[in-house]
């Protein structure tokens, strides 16, 4: 199956989970081709580890932090963790009334992320990454 993205992608955390539970996005997970590079942030492992609370889960985590290991396991640098506090405050304001703010923050991560390399964001949180790319020019992001 080709994959309508090309180049380098991004995958969220939810389309991770996806495939992990049901096997969904195989495509877009595993490869097979298409010219496609895929990287996940070191925020989406955060969030898998978070929810890795039992022995299969945390071996899942394992199998595909190893899978990504070569590089594309992308780090957070000073700049861009500046840069996210001020889109964060550009779309929430100082967050009053939020019950949750870790999700959005990492949101801005995920997506700062792939803008850095130049990436699409693979996610079905497409609305919230949409409202992201409002403020972070050049942000490309898809369904999977």
Do not use: C
Not at 103 to 110: A, H, K, Q, S, T
């Amino acid at each position: 199956m080709a994959l309508p993205v090309g180049g380098k992608i991004l995958l969220d955390t939810n389309v991770l989970i996806d495939y992990l539970r049901a096997g969904l996005h195989a495509e877009w997970v595993l490869g097979g081709g298409g010219g496609v590079v895929r990287f996940i942030s070191a925020v989406v492992l955060l969030e898998l580890r978070l929810g890795a609370d039992t022995p299969k889960r945390k071996r899942a985590i394992d199998r595909l932090h190893h899978a990504f290991s070569t590089g594309r396991v992308l780090g957070l640098t000073p700049p861009l963790l500046d840069h996210a506090g001020r889109i964060f405050r550009a779309i929430h304001g100082n967050a009053a009334g939020m019950k949750d703010r870790l999700g959005p923050i990492n949101d801005v991560l995920i997506a700062l992320t792939a803008q850095h390399i130049g990436a699409t964001v693979i996610t079905r949180n497409i609305l919230d990454f949409r409202r992201i790319a409002t403020k972070v020019q050049g942000l490309k992001v898809a369904a999977p």
